[in-house]
Structure formats: structure tokens, C-alpha cells
């Protein structure tokens, strides 16, 4: 990117211009004066002076970086792969598994997990998985073949996750609502041979097999079987699951994790969140493998799971359900928790909640408000950066009395184990408050992407130093401020150029979650006739609130710079989410073509003038209908869709009004009545504008010829 060329802006004050954020001293090999006085990079990333320093690296990208460091001293390069496996109370290296029977053996009888239909004990979870994995093993498969699953959210669920960990095998996590093919796709590409399912989706399995997959059906399985622990020795290295996320080609892409990171992600989860087996955890999300991060999460320590079906139930009786369940870990998606609690009235609390554990979405100001409203003095929310491939690499935590400043929430400091930078688009470290890209270093990272080696050597780099660990370049945007503290923005690939400006579409939401009445907002982005990238509103209003496009616009002029303020407002009941609870951007309608909800009454356009006016403004902003007295800008007009009409004009009229003069008169009714002051002979742009309405799909060639006659008979008149 250009110096000077702004990348990301929330605050003119706190958040500094990229082409500011380069150092100008330049640094010498053979090792960066930024490393100087640190034995590895670890203390490079966490320490926040370190981090203030790093513009001294301007002139070396990343990959020079590792070339450097890779001529020091070689020291062995990776402990065995045990030295950093968790390890159980006897020392020895544990499994998923492994862990999980401790907690049999320390609360057998307590709730493992109790659903709207089912309740099991840790015992009685523990014979049910103990026997599906029997069954798993007599089929002929190897040893490290993954498995599909086809549940809802459930106990069924979670009795099918532990058995395939006992097995030593991976899981692959097929949702229930996945469309047919795309499930397909996902089964394929695993190279599963067996699906697991229920009775329920047990038809649903077979489609999916197509003939040459088995399938085991959990509801089947014989009370006979016996129920006690396997006793296998499974590698902490070995693959636990492989959990499917969007590609940015459209092709979906397999991460693989092992045993010892999610071991390790929910060991430090649990330290810091103090997950004890007093608490009760809301399983909200639908079945991912989030969900099942926040199920290991409470049955690794003993914990109980309530699960809910958020897209059976909805979210009118989820304020009710998790008082009468009691829950005191309340864990879900930012967008269901602000959803949720904006449905409540005032008066609505949960005293039982002691902590509210959130993340997968920018948690904003507001947010914070309604935590503060509902929750108990005592009660802690926690917002988090959690990416796939690296699990839960930083927290930051909220009470009654944190004052927060900004419109979006920390995502916090790195948890034990994990380094945190950001990097500009050249993989050099970028100042305190300049955003660039987050990476992520650690021994606990994800080992790649299934069967994709060259996406996983492109994302996953290597330990500078030549240690055990690796870092991860997430695709997500962030900065850092001088404390070392990280503030997520958004997404890389999800930027949008906007005439020149890139956009990050997070800031445009703030903004809009800020005007009284809005419930929500998601931004997007479309491709306009004339090829230019238009932005798009998608808003959700409060049940009682009666908003104009006109409000909406005029509220966001006053806040951003013109080319950020969407070019059409869409008004929406609910916004779609995808099966993980998130916005589901690709779901998003295209805006309607109608003429929007506007503060001006509708007049018709009158003249031939006036209609033909409408007529190339309508074509402009791809509208089928507008108003004489409605204003350009209000409609999505631009400065570049304004330079398209000034053009047609011209062509038209043969006068060239500046550009100004379409914002000085932005109506139909005042540009028609300014074409009239300036012709030459009474009647001539009326008579221009009947001929365009005769013939509307009069080439240029033929306007040209009209206004040539046109012409003639002025001369002969």
C-alpha cells in the first residue's frame, strides 16, 4: 500500500494513517535492533515496549526476517512432539479422552450435559460413548480415518465427539441444515468412509453415503455392548477433528487440530475463566466445531452443559431458559448475545450468570451497555480473539466498572502460550495503534489444513528463531496499543474499496448500531451496473421505531466521510445467520429496486423534461421508480455516479453543468428548472426530452442525429 494511503481509521486521534505508522530508521543485518536484549520472539510479540519499537524493522519484510534468522546458531529445532503434550496427574502425555474419563472417575454422578430432552450423568455419557466407540471399531477402517457426523446440537452430539476421540481417529462435523451438496462436498473431501448419525437424520445419512459410505446409527447401538473404558493409547499429536470453514475461493478448507492444542486452549481457558464443576454452560452455537471447543471446555472440568437448539427455539424464550436452567456461563456468538438481550425488557436480570463469554464477532460499546444493564455487579463479560487455527489466543475482561472508549471492544491480552503481532502488508511489524494483519505464534496452533500442504506452508510460517513454534497469519485485521493490548477491526478479505478508499465494513456498522432505534446492522457490498463496488445497509430496526432512509444518511453524514456512507439502506426483519450464529453475509438480499423510504412525499415528475430526467436517473442508480422533488444523494448517488449523469446531459442538451450543480440542485424538479434558465431558444431541452421519451433506446449515433435536425431547423427558423 502507498505511504499516506489510509487502511483503517475508527479514530483520527487514536488509530494512525498506515502511510504513518513506517519508522524512518533503518536497521542493519545481521539482526534486527528490535531483537536486541530478547532471547526469542516470544518476548518480542508480548512485550508491549518491544512492540512500540518495531517500526525500527521498516525496511525488512518478514521473509528477509527469517533469512536472517535462520543464519544464527542452529539449536535443536522442535522438542519431541511429547515434551509439550499436557500432561495428566501421573505425568504422562494425555489425550482428549484421556482427560475426559478423569473427570468420570471425579464426577460420575454429577450432569454431564442435560438438554429439553435428555439428561446424562458423567458416568452415563461416559458407557454411552464407551460403547458407540466399540461399534466404531469393528468397522474396517484405519486407524486415522476421519468420521462424519450428521446431529443437531445435543447430547447425541456430544456422546458421538467422545466416542470418535476414544478411537484415536478425527471427527469431521457435518451440520444437519447444510445444504445437500455442500455436505457432500465436505464428506468427499474428508475422504470419510463411515457417517455417524441418529434416527432422526438417519435418511439424511444414507443420501450423504451414496452407496459406498457406511452408516452407524447411534440410536441403534446394542445396550450389550460393553461399556467400559477402551484403555487405547492415543498420541497427543494424533488429528481430534477437522472443522470446515469458508475458503476464499469458495472451495471450503479442512483445519486440522490435534489433541495437545485443544488440550492446552481449554486448560488456559479454563484458568483464566475459572470453569469449575459448579458451573453450568450454555451450549448455544449450532454444531461446529466451536460448539464443541465450549463443550470440552465444561466436560474437561467437570462442568455441565446445557444445550439449546437456537434455531428451533429462537431467541423470544432464550431470557427465560437460561434462568431456569440455571446457567452461570452464559457462551455465545456476540450477535445472539446483543440480539437477545435487546429483545428483553429493562427489567430482566440474571443474578445466577457469573460470567458472559463471548467472541466470534467485534463486540461493540453498546454491547457493553446492555451487559451492564442485565447482569449481576459480580458478573464479568469476555470478549476474545478465537480463530480456528490458532483456538482462543487472547481475552480481555469487563465488569460494572470498566469504562469503555472506544466503539469496538478489546479482544484482549495473549493467554499463556500464545505471542501476538500485526503486521503490514510486506510482513514487517507495525507501530502501536497502526492496524495490519494479526499473527499469532505458538506451539499450540493448528497442524494445517487437510490435504492442502501449500495453503498450509503459506499460512503457517515457521519460528524465526527455530524453536518448537509457528506463526500464523490470520487473515484478521487488528492493532495493538501501547500496553499490548489487541483491538480487532475485522476481517483482511472483507475490506471493500469504495471510490479509491478501502472500507472496512465493521466501522460503518458502529456507526449505524449508534442511531436510537436500530437493533441491528450488517454491511455488504455489491457490484454496481457501471462496475463500481456500492456499499449496502442492512438494518433491523427496534419493534417501535420508525426510521427514514433520509435519518439514516443524514446520521451517518455526521459521522463518516461521504464515500463510507452506503449507497442504499435495505430494511430487514431479522438478519440471516449462518449455522454458527453469525451473520450470514452471502444471504444478504440484493436492495431492492423500488423507490426507498425517504422524508420526502412522492411527487411524480411532471414535464417531458422531468421524466426523462428520472428516466437517466433511475437507469444511473439502478432504481425503477423516484420522486421529482427526491434528492440525488439520498437516493445512493455519488460523486461518480453525479459525473455519469453530468455526461448524459451533456450528450443530451449539449450544456455541461459542472459537477457542483447536481449537488446544488439535487432534485429532478431544480436540474430541469436549471436546464430551462440556461437554454438558448424557449422549448429546446422540452422538446429533447419528448424525443428521449419516443425513443428510449435511441443509440448515441441516433441522439446525435436528433440533435444535428434539431439544429437544422433552428437555423432555418
Request: proline share 5%; with cysteine; aromatic share 6%.
Amino acid at each position: 500500500m502507498p505511504a499516506g494511503q489510509v487502511a483503517y481509521e475508527i479514530s483520527s486521534e487514536k488509530i494512525k494513517h498506515r502511510g504513518e505508522c513506517r519508522a524512518q530508521n533503518e536497521i542493519f543485518a545481521p539482526v534486527p535492533s528490535f531483537l536486541q536484549g530478547h532471547t526469542s520472539i516470544d518476548s518480542v510479540i508480548s512485550s508491549p515496549r518491544s512492540m512500540n519499537n518495531r517500526g525500527q524493522c521498516a525496511e525488512k519484510t518478514w521473509e528477509n526476517y527469517l533469512k536472517i534468522m535462520s543464519r544464527q546458531p542452529k539449536k535443536r529445532q522442535r522438542k519431541r512432539s511429547h515434551e509439550r503434550a499436557p500432561r495428566g496427574a501421573d505425568g504422562a502425555a494425555q489425550s482428549l479422552a484421556a482427560r475426559f474419563e478423569q473427570q468420570v472417575l471425579r464426577h460420575g454422578e454429577r450432569i454431564a450435559v442435560k438438554s429439553k430432552n435428555q439428561s446424562l450423568t458423567y458416568d452415563q455419557l461416559n458407557r454411552a460413548a464407551n460403547r458407540l466407540a466399540r461399534a466404531i471399531l469393528s468397522a474396517p477402517l484405519s486407524s486415522s480415518e476421519p468420521i462424519a457426523l450428521l446431529f443437531k446440537q445435543g447430547a447425541a452430539l456430544i456422546t458421538a465427539n467422545l466416542a470418535v476421540l476414544k478411537t484415536g481417529r478425527p471427527f469431521v462435523q457435518i451440520d444437519d441444515k447444510l445444504p445437500q451438496h455442500r455436505a457432500s462436498r465436505l464428506i468427499a473431501d474428508a475422504g470419510a468412509r463411515m457417517i455417524i448419525t441418529d434416527s432422526e437424520h438417519y435418511g439424511s445419512a444414507h443420501g450423504l453415503a451414496g452407496g459406498d459410505k457406511a452408516v452407524l446409527d447411534l440410536d441403534a447401538i446394542q445396550d450389550d455392548l460393553a461399556d467400559a473404558n477402551l484403555g487405547l493409547s492415543i498420541a497427543p499429536t494424533a488429528i481430534a477433528y477437522i472443522n470446515y470453514t469458508s475458503g476464499s475461493t469458495g472451495e471450503p478448507k479442512g483445519v486440522m487440530s490435534d489433541h495437545v492444542s485443544e488440550l492446552h486452549s481449554i486448560r488456559v481457558k479454563a484458568k483464566a475463566l475459572g470453569i469449575s464443576p459448579q458451573d453450568r454452560i450454555s451450549l448455544l452455537r449450532s454444531n461446529n466445531v466451536g460448539a464443541t471447543s465450549d463443550a470440552l471446555l465444561g466436560l474437561l472440568n467437570g462442568a455441565a452443559l446445557c444445550p439449546l437448539e437456537l434455531k428451533e427455539e429462537g431467541l423470544a424464550g432464550l431470557g427465560d431458559w437460561l434462568n431456569q436452567e440455571e446457567i452461570t456461563v452464559f457462551t455465545c456468538v456476540a450477535s445472539v448475545f446483543r440480539h437477545a438481550l435487546r429483545t428483553l425488557g429493562v427489567h430482566h436480570k440474571f443474578p445466577r450468570i457469573r460470567l458472559v463469554h463471548v467472541g466470534g464477532e467485534p463486540l461493540f460499546q453498546s454491547d457493553v451497555e446492555l451487559f451492564k444493564a442485565h447482569f449481576a455487579d459480580s458478573c464479568r463479560l469476555v470478549n476474545r480473539l478465537g480463530i480456528s487455527e490458532t483456538k482462543t489466543a487472547s481475552y480481555f475482561f469487563i465488569d460494572k466498572n470498566s469504562a469503555i472508549e472506544e466503539p469496538v471492544v478489546p479482544v484482549g491480552f495473549a493467554l499463556d502460550g500464545y505471542g501476538i503481532a500485526v503486521l503490514d502488508e510486506q510482513g514487517r511489524p507495525v507501530d502501536a495503534n497502526c492496524v495490519g494483519e494479526i499473527a499469532v505464534k505458538s506451539r499450540y496452533l493448528a497442524i494445517g489444513y487437510w490435504r492442502r500442504p501449500e495453503l498450509t506452508q503459506a499460512k503457517f510460517l515457521p519460528d524465526p528463531v527455530g524453536g518448537g513454534a509457528r506463526v500464523y497469519l490470520s487473515g484478521d485485521l487488528g492493532y495493538l496499543r501501547p500496553d499490548g493490548c489487541l483491538v480487532h477491526v475485522g476481517r483482511k478479505d472483507f475490506q471493500i474499496k469504495i471510490r479509491g478508499h478501502r472500507v472496512e465494513p465493521a466501522e460503518v456498522e458502529i456507526a449505524l448500531l449508534d442511531i436510537a432505534g436500530i437493533k441491528q446492522a450488517a454491511m455488504a457490498a455489491r457490484q454496481h451496473a457501471d462496475g463500481n463496488a456500492r456499499l449496502l445497509a442492512y438494518v433491523v430496526l427496534q419493534d417501535e421505531a420508525r426510521l427514514t432512509v433520509s435519518q439514516l444518511r443524514a446520521a451517518l453524514q455526521k459521522k463518516l466521510p461521504s464515500y463510507m456512507v452506503p449507497g442504499a439502506f435495505v430494511f430487514l426483519d431479522r438478519l440471516p445467520l449462518t449455522a454458527a450464529g453469525k451473520i450470514d453475509r452471502r444471504a444478504l438480499p440484493a436492495p431492492p429496486r423500488g423507490r426507498c423510504q425517504l422524508n420526502t412525499p412522492f411527487a411524480a415528475p411532471q414535464s417531458a423534461l422531468e421524466k426523462a430526467l428520472a428516466q437517466l436517473w433511475c437507469e444511473i442508480l439502478d432504481l425503477d421508480e423516484l420522486g421529482s422533488a427526491d434528492e440525488f444523494g439520498e437516493l445512493g448517488g455519488d460523486s461518480l455516479l453525479a459525473a455519469q449523469v453530468v455526461a448524459r446531459v451533456n450528450d443530451w442538451f449539449s450544456s455541461e453543468p459542472p459537477l457542483k450543480t447536481l449537488f446544488e440542485t439535487p432534485t429532478v424538479a431544480a436540474l430541469s428548472a436549471y436546464l430551462i434558465s440556461r437554454e438558448d431558444t424557449p422549448g429546446r431541452a422540452q422538446r429533447i426530452a419528448e424525443a428521449i421519451l419516443q425513443v428510449a433506446d435511441l443509440s448515441p449515433e441516433e441522439i446525435a442525429a436528433a440533435l444535428a435536425h434539431d439544429g437544422r431547423q433552428r437555423n432555418d427558423g
